[in-house]
Protein backbone atom coordinates (compact mmCIF):
# COMPACT_ATOMS: atom_id res chain seq x y z
CA UNK A 1 0.00 0.00 0.00
CA UNK A 2 1.58 3.62 -0.90
CA UNK A 3 2.29 5.86 1.92
CA UNK A 4 1.03 8.99 2.45
CA UNK A 5 4.26 10.68 1.08
CA UNK A 6 3.81 8.52 -2.61
CA UNK A 7 0.17 9.49 -2.90
CA UNK A 8 1.63 13.37 -2.56
CA UNK A 9 4.38 12.67 -5.22
CA UNK A 10 2.08 11.02 -7.48
CA UNK A 11 -0.30 14.08 -7.19
CA UNK A 12 -3.28 11.75 -5.64
CA UNK A 13 -3.01 14.29 -2.27
CA UNK A 14 -1.86 17.77 -3.37
CA UNK A 15 1.43 18.85 -2.21
CA UNK A 16 2.91 22.53 -2.26
CA UNK A 17 6.46 21.31 -4.22
CA UNK A 18 9.69 23.60 -3.81
CA UNK A 19 12.02 20.70 -5.22
CA UNK A 20 11.81 17.94 -7.20
CA UNK A 21 14.73 16.05 -9.11
CA UNK A 22 14.54 12.00 -10.87
CA UNK A 23 15.30 10.68 -6.78
CA UNK A 24 13.13 13.01 -4.12
CA UNK A 25 11.25 15.80 -3.50
CA UNK A 26 10.51 18.50 -1.22
CA UNK A 27 6.95 19.73 -0.06
CA UNK A 28 5.81 21.93 2.33
CA UNK A 29 4.76 20.30 5.59
CA UNK A 30 0.80 21.20 6.60
CA UNK A 31 1.18 21.55 9.81
CA UNK A 32 4.89 23.67 10.34
CA UNK A 33 6.82 23.92 13.39
CA UNK A 34 8.17 27.49 11.54
CA UNK A 35 7.09 29.00 8.32
CA UNK A 36 9.43 27.09 5.70
CA UNK A 37 9.23 23.95 7.23
CA UNK A 38 9.93 21.69 4.23
CA UNK A 39 10.15 17.62 4.25
CA UNK A 40 12.23 16.13 1.67
CA UNK A 41 11.68 12.51 0.74
CA UNK A 42 12.35 10.04 -1.91
CA UNK A 43 10.57 9.31 -4.58
CA UNK A 44 11.33 5.21 -3.70
CA UNK A 45 9.91 4.06 -0.15
CA UNK A 46 12.12 3.26 2.18
CA UNK A 47 10.54 3.09 5.72
CA UNK A 48 13.77 3.75 7.76
CA UNK A 49 16.58 6.15 7.20
CA UNK A 50 18.90 3.36 8.20
CA UNK A 51 17.85 0.80 5.59
CA UNK A 52 18.49 3.78 2.41
CA UNK A 53 21.94 3.46 0.68
CA UNK A 54 24.46 5.74 1.27
CA UNK A 55 24.59 6.92 -2.77
CA UNK A 56 20.28 7.88 -1.42
CA UNK A 57 21.29 9.65 1.79
CA UNK A 58 24.14 11.78 -0.01
CA UNK A 59 21.49 13.36 -2.22
CA UNK A 60 18.82 13.70 0.15
CA UNK A 61 21.39 15.93 2.26
CA UNK A 62 22.42 17.67 -0.51
CA UNK A 63 18.98 18.64 -1.07
CA UNK A 64 18.56 19.26 2.74
CA UNK A 65 21.37 21.92 1.65
CA UNK A 66 20.14 23.66 -0.95
CA UNK A 67 17.26 23.98 0.69
CA UNK A 68 18.16 24.74 3.81
CA UNK A 69 20.77 27.47 2.17
CA UNK A 70 16.96 28.88 0.35
CA UNK A 71 15.28 28.85 3.78
CA UNK A 72 18.19 31.28 5.11
CA UNK A 73 17.88 33.71 2.15
CA UNK A 74 14.34 33.57 2.07
CA UNK A 75 13.43 34.03 6.18
CA UNK A 76 16.56 35.72 7.47
CA UNK A 77 16.84 32.47 10.04
CA UNK A 78 19.57 32.31 12.85
CA UNK A 79 20.21 28.91 11.76
CA UNK A 80 18.65 25.40 10.14
CA UNK A 81 17.33 22.59 11.35
CA UNK A 82 17.35 19.00 10.16
CA UNK A 83 15.51 16.54 11.79
CA UNK A 84 14.67 12.39 10.56
CA UNK A 85 12.19 11.38 13.08
CA UNK A 86 10.29 8.65 11.23
CA UNK A 87 7.58 8.32 13.60
CA UNK A 88 4.34 9.70 11.40
CA UNK A 89 5.10 8.55 7.96
CA UNK A 90 6.85 4.98 7.48
CA UNK A 91 8.19 5.81 3.94
CA UNK A 92 12.15 8.30 4.84
CA UNK A 93 12.04 12.49 4.96
CA UNK A 94 14.14 14.92 6.00
CA UNK A 95 12.69 17.95 8.28
CA UNK A 96 14.54 20.97 6.98
CA UNK A 97 13.04 24.22 8.83
CA UNK A 98 14.27 27.91 10.08
CA UNK A 99 14.79 27.87 13.08
CA UNK A 100 16.11 30.19 16.12
CA UNK A 101 16.18 27.49 19.17
CA UNK A 102 16.25 24.17 20.18
CA UNK A 103 12.22 24.54 21.11
CA UNK A 104 11.85 25.06 17.48
CA UNK A 105 12.49 21.45 16.70
CA UNK A 106 9.61 20.72 18.94
CA UNK A 107 6.99 18.88 17.40
CA UNK A 108 4.15 20.02 20.05
CA UNK A 109 5.36 23.14 18.29
CA UNK A 110 4.02 22.41 15.14
CA UNK A 111 1.09 24.55 13.99
CA UNK A 112 -1.79 22.16 13.02
CA UNK A 113 -4.20 24.91 11.36
CA UNK A 114 -1.48 26.74 9.12
CA UNK A 115 -3.50 28.86 6.68
CA UNK A 116 -3.54 27.84 2.88
CA UNK A 117 -2.00 31.24 2.11
CA UNK A 118 0.46 31.08 4.54
CA UNK A 119 1.92 27.87 2.89
CA UNK A 120 1.53 29.36 -0.46
CA UNK A 121 3.30 32.25 0.27
CA UNK A 122 6.22 30.21 2.44
CA UNK A 123 6.83 27.65 -0.76
CA UNK A 124 6.64 30.78 -3.00
CA UNK A 125 9.41 32.47 -1.26
CA UNK A 126 11.59 29.12 -0.68
CA UNK A 127 10.90 28.86 -4.84
CA UNK A 128 12.26 31.83 -5.52
CA UNK A 129 15.38 32.03 -3.54
CA UNK A 130 15.70 28.22 -4.94
CA UNK A 131 15.46 30.09 -8.20
CA UNK A 132 17.86 33.28 -7.23
CA UNK A 133 20.52 30.51 -6.39
CA UNK A 134 20.90 28.92 -9.14
CA UNK A 135 18.94 25.62 -8.76
CA UNK A 136 17.49 24.21 -11.74
CA UNK A 137 15.08 21.69 -10.07
CA UNK A 138 12.76 24.30 -8.70
CA UNK A 139 9.41 22.48 -8.31
CA UNK A 140 6.49 25.01 -10.84
Known sequence: MATLFTN???????GRFVWKDDVS????????????????????????????????????????NAIGEAQMHAFHSERIGLMIAGLEVPHLHIHVLPIASERDLDFAQANQDASSDDLDRAAGVIRSSLRSLGYTQVAD
Open 25 to 64: VAFLTIAPITPGHVLIVPRQEIDHWIEAEAELLNHLMDVA
Open 8 to 14: IIEGNIP
